[in-house]
């Protein structure tokens, strides 16, 4: 798919949801009869929840994990009495990793379901085709995936990684093992190209080359060609942001093509647990991945999401980072509920600030400024047993900065 075509595609989405976004109803029956825009019906004993996530189609490999993690969140919030006194109901949706569809669903969550929040949403595409359906009804989606930066949303908590959390790091650590040159391999959608937008900044201001950049359309299956390239660059390393089953395609290509780890190692930010399971360890054993969590990360808290996951899907199940963002999102509004009192949307974010939560990952704050929250960076190497084992992480939490406000090589950026 060509960039232009890329655009095209995006701009068809964002036309859509503008038109549906004109159609929302208005003030619903609330605890704040003051409330504008689109609002939830919380008069019964239940408080609904929209899940919003791809089921299927090519992201699906990913997302229907994600999906049974906020399932677990909301199992346990349930058992423990639920919020502000009421059951959470979920109400889900399937994006069929289609970024108008995604809009559509997130309008009738909104609008129809009349849903006190919504989490879901992978790629950075079906996050922009929803973002002005939520700020038109002033409705809440909390976004559970690493991404690409430069986005702030009054309407939307992110809980996955911004790019000084998970990208940055990355490149960092492969500075730091001697990597002097990279070669770029990305989806061609939004996060890939703004994320290597942002990698050659980085390079440029670090005395790394960036030997190549390729894109490949979401869901192909063809990688000859462009492995054919990465090899004979004789790059140090390369820097993949691939997303869904097209990396099950990528990595087997590369192998065939006798490319190690050892040699040149791969760096992926969307691939955890659950991919690896997909691809086939066999592909990625000795591979790199820079993250926030992973199922082997130490601690009391992550001890018993794993086993709670397990034993509600399978010990063969694996945990990965995005589910494990889901899984602290539906934690993190149900404290942002109860110290708002209400479920009211802007009592909701008026209080999440400061609000933080023993995750799984460790201990996690929001920032209510820019509504993401501060995460300890990690990378980690794919075992031969398929889990990812933490080769290095940043110490302590690291604080969100998704314009990259702090780093001089990033101002022409935003």
């Known amino acids: 798919m060509s960039l232009f075509r890329g655009r095209r595609i995006l701009t068809g989405a964002m036309t859509l949801v503008a038109a549906a976004a004109m159609t929302a109803c208005g003030s619903k029956t609330t605890d704040d009869p003051s409330a504008t825009g689109v609002t939830a019906d919380v008069t019964g004993d239940t408080v609904k929840v929209g899940l919003l996530n791809s089921l299927s189609g090519t992201m699906a490999i990913s997302e229907v994990t994600v999906r049974d993690s906020i399932m677990l969140a909301v199992d346990e919030i349930n058992a423990a009495g639920g919020v502000l006194g009421k059951k959470i109901q979920p109400i889900g949706e399937d994006g069929a990793s289609d970024w108008p569809t995604f809009a559509e669903k997130a309008e009738k969550l909104i609008s129809e379901d009349r849903v006190a929040a919504v989490f879901g949403c992978w790629t950075s595409a079906s996050r922009k085709a929803v973002k002005p359906v939520f700020e038109k009804n002033k409705a809440l989606l909390f976004y559970p995936v690493q991404y690409e930066g430069l986005e702030q949303s009054p309407y939307i908590f992110y809980t996955g990684a911004t790019t000084n959390q998970q990208i940055v790091p990355g490149l960092d650590y492969l500075k730091a093992q001697g990597a002097k040159s990279v070669y770029l391999v990305g989806s061609d959608y939004v996060f890939p190209r703004t994320a290597n937008k942002i990698i050659k900044a980085y390079a440029a201001a670090n005395g790394m080359t960036v030997l190549g950049e390729d894109y490949a359309?979401?869901?192909?299956?063809?990688?000859?060609?462009?492995?054919?390239?990465?090899?004979?660059?004789?790059?140090?390393?390369?820097?993949?942001?691939?997303?869904?089953?097209?990396?099950?395609?990528?990595?087997?290509?590369?192998?065939?093509?006798?490319?190690?780890?050892?040699?040149?190692?791969?760096?992926?930010?969307?691939?955890?647990?659950?991919?690896?399971?997909?691809?086939?360890?066999?592909?990625?054993?000795?591979?790199?991945?820079?993250?926030?969590?992973?199922?082997?990360?130490?601690?009391?808290?992550?001890?018993?999401?794993?086993?709670?996951?397990?034993?509600?899907?399978?010990?063969?199940?694996?945990?990965?980072?995005?589910?494990?963002?889901?899984?602290?999102?539906?934690?993190?509004?149900?404290?942002?509920?109860?110290?708002?009192?209400?479920?009211?949307?802007?009592?909701?974010?008026?209080?999440?600030?400061?609000?933080?939560?023993?995750?799984?990952?460790?201990?996690?704050?929001?920032?209510?400024?820019?509504?993401?929250?501060?995460?300890?960076?990690?990378?980690?190497?794919?075992?031969?047993?398929?889990?990812?084992?933490?080769?290095?992480?940043?110490?302590?939490?690291?604080?969100?900065?998704?314009?990259?406000?702090?780093?001089?090589?990033?101002?022409?950026?935003?």
Request: aromatic share 10%; no cysteine.
């Open 217 to 414: 359309p979401l869901g192909s299956t063809e990688f000859g060609t462009i492995v054919n390239k990465v090899k004979s660059s004789g790059a140090d390393a390369v820097f993949n942001t691939l997303n869904g089953d097209s990396n099950v395609a990528f990595f087997k290509e590369y192998k065939s093509a006798g490319l190690t780890a050892t040699a040149m190692p791969v760096v992926s930010v969307s691939i955890a647990e659950e991919e690896v399971k997909g691809i086939g360890t066999q592909y990625l054993e000795g591979q790199l991945t820079a993250w926030n969590y992973y199922q082997t990360t130490p601690g009391a808290a992550n001890s018993k999401f794993v086993a709670a996951y397990k034993a509600k899907y399978g010990a063969d199940k694996p945990t990965s980072d995005p589910m494990e963002a889901a899984y602290v999102a539906v934690h993190l509004w149900k404290a942002m509920v109860e110290k708002a009192g209400a479920f009211d949307v802007e009592k909701v974010r008026s209080a999440s600030g400061g609000i933080t939560f023993d995750a799984p990952e460790g201990t996690v704050t929001v920032d209510g400024t820019t509504q993401h929250i501060a995460k300890t960076a990690r990378i980690g190497k794919v075992g031969a047993d398929g889990l990812i084992t933490e080769v290095w992480n940043s110490g302590k939490p690291v604080s969100p900065d998704p314009y990259l406000k702090t780093y001089p090589w990033a101002s022409g950026l935003s």
